[in-house]
């Protein structure tokens, strides 16, 4: 079974997979870290966040295994992943290895941005994470102090609008719920709530298929 699960930062769509995968038991790629692993290999090689050679570079040699997750967290990273995102070629170079995981045998859970819409267009699940923009940079703000960031809200808030439209205007597989894909919204839901709603989704699709 091939769980796609995609929308924007702080939708809660990573614990959702994270909690699904467990569930199901089955293995869950957090796609967002692959970008984030190519802007921080630019950031740490002091090269452009704009330079496309290097960031195809980075993305090609890219290894999922050896990833220094706290680093990838920085809004420092996430910002600068956002740009090496909308470049076509970082985006065609990381396709095969999501491709590849999502193809082992027994199935996976992915989450990113364009997992129902082009990386996993026949996923036997679709799920669309969403939550209002308000209560996304409360819970990314927490997040960020909790790492001992030094940022207010209202920053936060800021970027995560400017990250939504980079990530939703981009040309090359923007940030896009799938037509066939189940909405999720976690506004006013605790992280309990929604893995719950996530597993009844998940549940019913697979009953219905089996019917
Ligand atoms: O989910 P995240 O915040 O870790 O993602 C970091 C950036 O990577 C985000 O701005 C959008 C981009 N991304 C993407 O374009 N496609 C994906 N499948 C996952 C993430």
Do not use: N
């Amino acid at each position: 079974m091939i769980i796609a699960i995609d929308g924007p930062t702080a939708s809660g769509k990573g614990t959702v997979a994270r909690r699904l995968a467990a569930h199901y038991g089955l293995p869950c790629l957090d796609t967002g870290l692959l970008y984030r692993g190519v802007a921080a290999r630019l950031i740490r090689e002091g090269d452009a966040p704009g330079d496309e050679d290097a960031a195809e570079r980075a993305a090609r040699s890219l290894k999922l295994k050896g990833m220094d997750e706290s680093e990838l967290r920085s809004a420092r990273a996430g910002a600068a992943a956002s740009v090496v995102a909308a470049m076509p070629r970082v985006r065609a170079a990381l396709k095969d290895l999501q491709r590849d995981f999502a193809a082992q045998e027994g199935g996976a859970v992915l989450d990113g941005r364009d997992i129902g819409t082009v990386i996993c267009p026949d996923a036997d699940v679709k799920i669309w994470v969403d939550a209002d923009p308000a209560e996304r940079a409360r819970r990314r703000h927490a997040e960020l102090e909790g790492r001992g960031e030094d940022i207010s809200y209202e920053e936060v808030l800021a970027q995560l609008r400017e990250r939504d439209e980079r990530d939703s205007g981009r040309p090359d597989a923007p940030m896009k719920r799938a037509s066939d894909a189940h909405l999720l919204d976690t506004s006013k839901m605790s992280i309990d709530a929604a893995f719950e709603e996530a597993r009844r989704i998940v549940d019913q699709v697979m009953a219905q298929r089996r019917a």
